[in-house]
């Protein structure tokens, strides 16, 4: 398992943290995703096997959100 903290860019609410929780769980390979609305990002364990950083960037910036930074 590996983990990665994204910088997310563009969330206005508690709603938008729980948009891209469900929407990061939902790829294969993810085991959990922790969202903060406050704090502007969301911190995501998954499986380096079965998906890229690159792809969970790219779900969550699918919505309109921005990732403005990786944190490993
Ligand atoms: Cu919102």
Redesign the pocket.
Known sequence: MKSVTLKVQG??????AN?IKALVEREPGVKSAAVS?ENGEARVLYDPASTTEDKLVAVVERPGYRVTSRVP
Do not use: I, R, W
């Open positions: 969330m206005h609410c508690d709603g938008c948009t609305f």
